[in-house]
């Protein structure tokens, strides 16, 4: 019997430890709502075991994305170069930096990044992980050409942040990875599944003879052949997120995957964007070269251009392109606005 | 204190009954698939892609730049094992050249079988998650389903200058009329005979990458080469040359 009280004694001194642990904020678990669509047909997002989505955290990175703090000389968010209303992509071919310097890359759209499988982010697939590319541009000397020590002091100096970073992920210390981590959350909250032609999927909506003939261009294998980088009806995201020679010139100034792997072979090679909300995106191509979606079109029917590295999926390069007559070139081009979300550049989630 | 006694000893009996029903009266292994490849008995790997460094049997040279290809329905003595076996796409520059195949029954394996492809009742249009996020699709417009192999390289043309090609197997579909598609099942049942399992046993499949250019059909490059996929003798072709790919490699254990 004696030992039977010592254990009971020792069990309230556990019980009593464990009490003061429920003092420690623990951050509530954020609901990704997955689409319907995305569930159906795609395998699960990536959300990193070390870094979960919590609501606090999400609320946080959308707080640093919009927050010039992030920047050098605080005159640049994130948000100056990814604008809501046009995709989180920049309507300027390249986005000057803090310092007024151009970029040489027009700026990426940002959406459905957590169905990035392979997690290799930017034009060139330099960054693997959100949570590293979420660093770069923040560094970049042509971008905002931020110091992570830098910024780090000013946020820990702060009269809100350590707040707000003690809430998300029970440390007041502020540090780049956790910086990283909060931006990286919200990132991957931003999702674009409510076009026209979601809802013709689901049942909801109906194409009209043109956005139907489009569709069959896209995937045609004899007429436009999109559908092999560019998804389908069975892969939503409208990208395959590889990378390719697209057939844009016969010698590079810039290398794309090449500079990065430095392997020649990936010379020209960059990551196919999504064709989702083109009418917000342009202009178009890793270097915003084309104006208008006419232009895009034109240079798979007739511009196409021979390099070494060129995709073999650019199949008639010999010939110019897959040659699509003026009718086809105008039912994809409807074909393809009706992956326009509307809803998404408006949805208040994602407003700052 | 000796009734915790009897029911911990009853407690162990009952787990021991368990133990003996799973693992001892049906026991079953892991088994562990391994896709190796060659050009002629010439090792390939992703490391020898985008040269042109082979020559097909009509004397076309290439380079590859890709080829990854869907095997399904594994089968050890005419079973299916278990449902991680259904299928799995084999990627050689992504290196997922590998396929665990799990419950497998330790006894004399007298037929060993897997699918190239998908049969027509594994061939379900966006049925399939990872081969959908892979966008291994084949349209709509040529039956749906799944693309069996994609093969893609560039060629020497007959004026020398680099072509593309696009080795790309699929159910073969008849759309001279679109409203009423013929299709043909096109995957093939590759079946490597007798072999000797034991636990941790690795079994070594390998493709002979030349054989899909020559043999029973010399591929003459410049006459097929791109938009094979709506070529319905283009992909009976694909099948008959198909047939004599694989080949039995080292039955291994660890």
């Known amino acids: 019997m004696k030992y039977l009280g010592f254990c009971i004694i020792f069990l309230f001194f556990l019980m009593s430890c464990s009490s003061k642990e429920d003092d420690v904020y623990i951050p509530v678990a954020y609901n990704l709502e997955i689409p319907q669509l995305f569930a159906d047909k795609l395998i699960p997002p990536v959300i990193p075991a070390d870094n979960p989505l919590t609501i606090e955290g999400v609320a946080l990175g959308k707080k640093l994305f919009f927050d010039r703090i992030l920047s050098g000389i605080q005159t640049q968010s994130c948000a100056h170069c990814h604008k809501l209303q046009e995709a989180f992509s920049d309507r300027s071919q390249f986005s000057e930096g803090a310092d007024g310097n151009l970029g040489s890359r027009n700026s990426m759209p940002l959406f459905n990044l957590a169905w990035n499988f392979e997690e290799l982010f930017a034009w060139d697939g330099k960054e693997f992980g959100l949570e590293n590319q979420v660093i770069e541009p923040i560094v970049n000397p042509i971008e905002m050409h931020g110091d992570l020590k830098e910024i780090t002091k000013r946020l820990n100096e702060h009269d809100r942040y350590p707040d707000l970073f003690q809430l998300a992920f029970g440390t007041s210390k502020i540090s780049g990875d956790l910086v990283a981590k909060a931006v990286a959350q919200f990132m991957r909250t931003i999702i674009s599944a409510n076009s026209k032609f979601d809802r013709y999927l689901l049942g909801e909506a109906t194409l009209t003879a043109a956005e139907e003939n489009g569709f069959n261009v896209f995937m045609s294998e004899e007429k436009g052949d999109c559908f092999h980088c560019h998804g389908s009806n069975n892969n939503p995201l409208w990208t395959d997120n590889q990378f390719h020679n697209n057939g844009l010139d016969e010698t590079f100034t810039d290398l794309g995957l090449g500079a990065i792997s430095g392997d020649p072979a990936d010379n020209g090679k960059f990551r196919s964007p999504s064709l989702r909300n083109l009418t917000f995106t342009a202009p178009y191509m890793h270097d915003g070269r084309f104006s208008t979606l006419e232009e895009v079109i034109n240079h798979y029917s007739e511009g196409l251009r021979f390099s070494e590295t060129i995709d073999p999926l650019m199949k008639k390069v010999n010939d110019g392109g897959v040659g699509l007559s003026d009718q086809d070139k105008d039912d994809l081009k409807a074909f393809l606005l009706t992956l326009t979300d509307e809803e998404f550049i408006n949805n208040p989630a994602f407003k700052n | ?254």
């Open chain 2, 1 to 254: 204190m000796k009734k915790p006694f009897y029911f911990f000893f009853f407690l162990l009996i009952v787990l021991s009954c368990k133990d003996e029903t799973e693992c001892c009266v049906n026991p079953t292994i892991a088994i562990k698939l391994k896709f190796t490849h060659h050009w002629d008995g010439v090792e390939l790997s992703s490391s020898d892609f985008n040269e042109f460094k082979f020559r097909t049997a009509n004397d076309d040279l290439i380079s590859i730049s890709r080829l990854r290809y869907l095997v399904s329905n594994v089968l050890f003595n005419n079973t299916i094992q278990s449902s991680s076996t259904i299928y799995s796409l084999i990627d050689i520059d992504e290196n997922k050249t590998t396929l665990l195949v799990t419950g497998v029954p330790i006894s004399k394996v007298n037929a060993f079988a897997f699918t190239f492809g998908f049969r027509d009742e594994d061939n379900l249009d966006g049925a399939y998650a990872d081969l959908n996020s892979a966008s291994f699709n084949v349209p709509e417009m040529l039956g749906g389903g799944y693309h069996y192999m994609q093969f893609d390289g560039k060629y020497k043309d007959s004026n020398n200058a680099d072509a593309n090609f696009n080795y790309h197997a699929i159910r073969a579909a008849d759309i001279t009329d679109p409203d009423n598609i013929i299709l043909q099942d096109t995957s093939f049942e590759v079946d490597l005979g007798n072999i000797e399992i034991t636990e941790n046993t690795t079994i070594e499949i390998k493709m002979n990458v030349a054989e899909w250019f020559k043999n029973p059909n010399i591929w003459n490059l410049n006459e097929l080469n791109t938009v094979l996929m709506p070529n319905f003798d283009a992909q009976i072709l694909m099948n008959e040359n198909g047939q004599s790919v694989f080949s039995l490699g080292k039955i291994t254990s660890n």
